[in-house]
């Protein structure tokens, strides 16, 4: 039997949803990462067919080596972790088996060289407190501020003014160089993430985010969804789709902006997940392209609810340039949000309660956990700790009402 393998950076949801997806398209799965306790990769074997430890996942020749040595030649070679799309992709370059060049995931990785290929709002980046008052005449107020190449919302501030700004900058810059997140350690092309940061003019409209599929340069989007609750870090706490309000006509600019800027920037047979402001000036204006992976935590599942296609079943046929999946029939083809709860405070996961309260509330269809005791979480970082997927809600403002019933009922506790 051929094998996949899978590479992963840190503790992942994905890696249960690939695996399942590499074994439906019968092969077995393989996982390549950072050495694990023997209670974590004993959880892993639940769900892959082998564990293989390596130092260091970001180096594609040692890495590609290893699984040449362990599996001979691959099937495919991919993976979900977000910090990993590139090194992985050229893992896959070297073992023959790449369906997209690591030049473009690479590309898609700085959002200052997307903004580069796709235009957009004015932006610029600043290297040093000194350049704040250029920087602000370039770009304009209000502004944010945020890492190059960074995700999850981690260390993005909004700024009306040159102080503002210049205390940013240095925020940025005693943060990131702090951070365990080795991409802010490793350099991005000519820039040093960590000294270097993107400034972009302010976008105000509604946002939304699409998962695309392109196959042989045909973009195929699979759900369109609304951030109708954000918080002041720019944290989402509330998705739902279909976007309420949203016109057919206006859903479709959203989506022709979304398969432009994904032509644009090269890929192809791969996913991407790819976020949109709508600006009342400008129109949708893409703000972030995370390629190579779909959404984070469950928003496939929504995706997969409402339309009836598995984004994860989806990549994985991409990966080994197999035919398209079979696709089930939509189960729940109503609207449907996703209610996402964080921890407080930075520290490190023992214990998660009131799962069984959260559960037992009438809008809730599913509950799903993606950290485990022991994780080390911080509050800088959006990591959707406990997601729920509701039904039978109203508007925004009833998805509002949820999200503070449930805060109060589920407890992340960290020390």
């Known amino acids: 039997m051929s094998v996949v393998a899978l590479i992963r950076e840190a503790r992942g949801h994905w890696v249960g949803e690939v695996a399942a997806a590499v074994h439906a398209a019968g092969h077995r799965a393989v996982l390549f990462a950072p050495p694990v306790a023997a209670a974590e990769r004993a959880s892993l074997l639940t769900v892959v067919d082998d564990v293989v430890a390596v130092e260091d996942v970001y180096d594609a020749s040692a890495v590609a080596a290893r699984i040449r040595a362990e599996l001979g030649n691959p099937a495919a070679v991919l993976t979900g972790s977000d910090g990993a799309i590139a090194s992985t992709a050229r893992v896959a370059e070297l073992l023959g088996v790449a369906r997209c060049p690591a030049s473009v995931f690479a590309l898609c990785a700085n959002k200052f060289a997307v903004r580069e290929v796709l235009g957009g709002t004015a932006f610029a980046l600043i290297s040093s407190v000194g350049e704040a008052a250029s920087v602000a005449a370039r770009v304009g107020f209000p502004a944010i501020v945020k890492p190059v190449n960074g995700a999850g919302s981690n260390l993005v501030r909004t700024v009306s003014s040159v102080a503002e700004l210049a205390a940013a900058y240095e ?155 079979a696709r089930e029939p939509a189960k729940l083809p109503i609207p449907l949000g996703m209610l996402i709860l964080y921890a407080s405070g930075s520290g490190t996961l023992t214990g998660i309660g009131g799962l069984d309260e959260v559960a037992a509330l009438p809008e809730v269809v599913d509950v799903v956990t993606t950290v485990s005791p022991g994780q080390v979480l911080t509050d800088e970082q959006e990591t959707y700790a406990v997601n729920l997927v509701v039904a039978g809600f109203a508007d925004h403002d009833d998805l509002a009402a949820l999200h503070a019933e449930a805060s109060k009922l589920i407890r992340l506790e960290v020390s």
Do not use: Q, W
């Open 171 to 325: 925020l940025l810059a005693t943060r990131l160089p702090e951070s365990a997140d080795p991409r802010y350690h490793r350099p991005l092309g000519t820039l040093d993430p960590a000294k270097t940061f993107l400034v972009e003019g302010f976008l105000d409209g509604p946002e939304y985010a699409v998962d695309v599929l392109i196959r042989d340069g045909v973009v195929e989007p699979v759900e369109i969804l609304d951030k109708p609750l954000i918080d002041e870090r720019k944290f989402e706490l509330a998705l739902s789709c279909p976007p309420a309000g949203l016109t057919a006509e206006r859903a479709a600019l959203v989506v022709a902006a979304v398969s432009r800027a994904v032509v644009a920037l090269g890929l192809d047979n791969t996913v991407a997940h790819v976020e949109v402001i709508d600006d009342a000036e400008r129109g949708p204006t893409i703000v972030e392209v995370n390629a190579g992976r779909p959404a984070g935590s469950i928003m496939p599942l929504l995706g997969k609810l409402r339309t009836g296609v598995d984004v994860f079943a989806e990549l994985t046929a991409l990966a080994l340039g197999a035919p398209p999946p």
